[in-house]
């Protein structure tokens, strides 16, 4: 496995994990999940998103980027809730405080192909990631894209950090097992990613 990427299963008890989805309801009722387009083609992606803090990652025709307002709203982005906060503090071992939390929920059939997370300034600090719901195949490989990838499944409440040289490893979501957990009444999955976008 590539240095810098590390695993904490089962990280979040089931009362963290219900607290969290309580967060996430309040969030999406400010910032409502909506369906990001992709650059050039402006086809839609299988996810939804949205986002808490003082910037977001949106996509659409024009490219990837961060944004401090909604793109459907024009609203600033909800604050990133303090639990949240506790838990990047626990585990990125980063002075600073995160600016973005991009949420994603993989309802029926959604996916997320394999990609780099690199539309951030810096690459110093590391991407948290969160998983609430239901079971997801989750792929990490190299910093090629045809490097050989590892698999894992992300459980409701796994925490993975990718730091180091792991920061710029591809990844993705090969599919998610629907039905495997009932944190979430609607089902399905949400991951979480808080990132630092800018250096200081
Ligand atoms: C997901 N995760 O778990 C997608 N990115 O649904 C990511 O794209 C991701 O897990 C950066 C760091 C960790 C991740
Ligand atoms: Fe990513």
Not at 30 to 36: C, D, E, I, K
Not at 117 to 138: M, N, Q, R, Y
Not at 147 to 154: E, G, N, S, Y
């Amino acid at each position: 496995m590539i240095k810098g990427y590390q695993y904490f299963s089962a990280f979040l008890d089931l009362r963290a994990q219900k607290s969290l989805v309580a967060d996430l309801r309040e969030i999406i009722v400010a910032a409502p999940l909506y369906t990001p387009t992709m650059p050039v083609s402006g086809r839609p992606f299988s996810v939804k998103m949205t986002n808490a803090g003082s910037l977001g990652w949106v996509s659409d025709k024009s490219g990837y980027r961060y944004q401090p307002l909604h793109p459907v709203s024009g609203r600033p982005w909800p604050a990133i809730p303090s639990d949240l906060m506790d838990i990047w503090r626990e585990v990125s071992q980063c002075q600073m405080d995160p600016q973005a939390c991009l949420i994603n929920y993989y309802g029926n059939g959604a996916k997320m192909g394999s990609h780099v997370d690199k539309d951030e300034e810096t690459f110093e600090a590391p991407v948290v990631s969160i998983s609430l719901g239901d079971d997801a195949v989750f792929h990490v490989g190299g910093l090629k894209r045809a490097d050989a990838k590892t698999r894992i499944v992300l459980k409701s409440g796994d925490v993975v950090v990718l730091g180091g040289l792991a920061r710029l490893a591809y990844h993705g979501i090969d599919r998610i097992k629907a039905g495997t957990s009932d944190l979430l009444q609607e089902g399905g999955r949400f991951n979480l990613t808080l990132r630092r976008v800018t250096r200081s």
